[in-house]
């Protein structure tokens, strides 16, 4: 059974940074793509980012392009989300998810966390 376990939410002011991480159960972490999601209250889940199972591919929301990086280390069976520039509309609850290829789309995605909360404040 994979097991993903997200860590590193908070609560921040605007323009803080934020890191968080993705530990992955299971010895082929590095054959799968490895996404981000977030979920605001009322709202639906949202792509965030995602990054293939090299890591020399990645994609980003428009929302979050050039503030947020994603990164992983196979070695370690982990993913991580760097986000800089933290605004207030970036609270949610953030998931990691594990699927087939890098793709935007929740439904390709079979494995997801529990989600870490990010809250930021104006």
């Known amino acids: 059974q994979v097991q993903l376990v997200e860590s590193g939410g908070g609560l921040v002011q605007a323009g803080d940074s934020l890191r968080l991480s993705c530990a992955a159960s299971?010895?082929?972490?590095?054959?799968?793509?490895m996404g981000w999601f977030r979920q605001a209250p009322g709202k639906e889940r949202e792509f965030v980012a995602a990054i293939s199972s090299s890591g020399r591919a990645t994609d980003y929301a428009d929302s979050v392009k050039g503030r947020f990086t994603v990164s992983r280390e196979n070695a370690k069976n982990a993913v991580n989300l760097q986000m800089n520039g933290l605004k207030p509309e970036d609270t949610a609850v953030y998931y990691c998810?594990?699927?087939?290829?890098?793709?935007?789309?929740?439904?390709?995605?079979?494995?997801w966390g529990q989600g870490t909360q990010v809250t930021v404040s104006s």
């Open positions: 299971g010895r082929t972490f590095m054959s799968y793509a």
């Open positions: 998810a594990r699927g087939g290829t890098i793709s935007r789309q929740p439904g390709n995605y079979a494995y």
